[in-house]
């Protein structure tokens, strides 16, 4: 087979991070890129994801890890089939990212970082301020432990750079990884952001 025509292969890229440090819109930013370069992708968001696959787990240490336990067993069977699986969560314990990066293989892990002041600053949700007034519990990097991946693929500094720029880092790092052979460089499908 000419190497030129290889075909696509599936992957997973996992964001993890802070709540409102960018996951979900630098996630919807690499899928629109993707799919327009005619890669089949699913994206898997974790706030989606707790509304049915996951409706019956709650925040603690055990449903957390029960959660991305879940999403990694999807990701794994969407993987081996050629699909981008592209997951959007918090994940915060280092442990249960490494068990499913070594069940999926194909994995890119990128670490959406972005200072507590800022994420509290930003507020998009509302959740912080309700989490320090303590009217949300367990609440990731106020009351709850968040941990930071030690060799993510990718760091994204999401105070300093803008979504656009974070996602063609994403895209580069997968066109490295050799899951697409089709990314030329620069986003085509969102020209706008
Ligand atoms: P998460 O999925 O991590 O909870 P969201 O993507 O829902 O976070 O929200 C992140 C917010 O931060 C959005 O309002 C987005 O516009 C803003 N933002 C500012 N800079 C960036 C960046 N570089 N990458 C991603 N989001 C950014």
Redesign the pocket.
Known sequence: MRKDYTMNQGGTIW?T???????????RLVELELRALGQKVEVL???IVRTNLCKDLGFSKEDRERNIQRIGFVCQRLSRNGIVAIV?A?SPYREAREEVREKIGHFIEVY?KCPLEVLIN?D??GFYRKALEGTILNFTGISDPYEEPLSPELV?E??????R??AEKVLEKVKQNGYLNLYQNGLKACQSW
Request: with cysteine; proline share 3%.
């Open positions: 964001f991070g802070l709540s409102g440090a960018g996951k979900t819109t630098i996630a968001d974790g706030d959007a918090i959406c930003r998009t949700k994204l999401t105070d300093k750079e803008t979504p720029c974070c």
